[in-house]
T-cell receptor, first 115, second 113 residues
């Protein structure tokens, strides 16, 4: 069974630009979560989708948005990039939301660098 | 609000020895799961072990075991017979209800030959 696939693996963008990251969950998984990982802040929850609906949202500005498609693939968009958005963005998939979904399976992440 | 605290930013252990990583959490929920994830330098997060709060028996996966103290809200990870491949960041995580998974700040473990 293929794991969680994130594309691209690396990305360099300029301040003010926007970026879209993609995540393909494990086949059969309907939940996708996104996290931002930085050395200073650790793993910060961005949002979680289940069956194309956003179920949970973290404390991030509106520049961060996401969506989930009918095939469970998810995209995350960051508009008006700032230097502080440089981070490793991790996607995780699961079978459900909350304790119904128990563990999360992670992708390898997208390393975003904003210059 | 649920919080997860890992008080040991860095730890080291000699190969073949045993090491224990600490984790405490705060919640008012009664039904939840706890996890330990490993993130090697290759950066992909891998589930090490999980514990269901309603189970009193501590989870074990080969060389990895937990000490789950529900009343104390403590969830430590013991790694026995440490191997060089165990070198990684270890994250403790908590999930309850329909909430998101919350992570601790991580402990960087180095296994020395």
């Amino acid at each position: 069974k293929a794991g969680v696939t994130q594309t691209p693996r690396y990305l360099i963008k300029t301040r003010g630009q926007q970026v879209t990251l993609s995540c393909s969950p494990i086949s059969g998984h309907r939940s996708v979560s996104w996290y931002q990982q930085t050395p200073g802040q650790g793993l910060q929850f961005l949002f979680e989708y289940f069956s194309e609906t956003q179920r949970n949202k973290g404390n991030f500005p509106g520049r961060f948005s996401g969506r989930q498609f009918s095939n469970s693939r998810s995209e995350m968009n960051v508009s008006t990039l700032e230097l502080g958005d440089s981070a490793l963005y991790l996607c995780a998939s699961g079978t459900g939301v909350g304790v119904g979904g128990t563990e999360a399976f992670f992708g390898q992440g997208t390393r975003l660098t904003v210059v | 609000a649920q919080t997860v605290t890992q008080s040991q930013p860095e730890m080291s252990v000699q190969e073949a020895e045993t090491v224990t990583l600490s984790c405490t959490y705060d919640t008012s929920e009664s039904n939840y799961y706890l996890f330990w994830y490993k993130q090697p330098p290759s950066r992909q997060m891998i589930l090490v072990i999980r514990q269901e709060a309603y189970k009193q028996q501590n989870a074990t996966e080969n060389r990895f075991s937990v000490n789950f103290q529900k009343a104390a809200k403590s969830f430590s990870l013991k790694i026995s017979d440490s191997q060089l491949g165990d070198t990684a960041m270890y994250f403790c995580a908590f999930r309850s209800g329909i909430g998101d998974m919350r992570f601790g700040a991580g402990t960087r473990l180095t296994v020395k030959p």
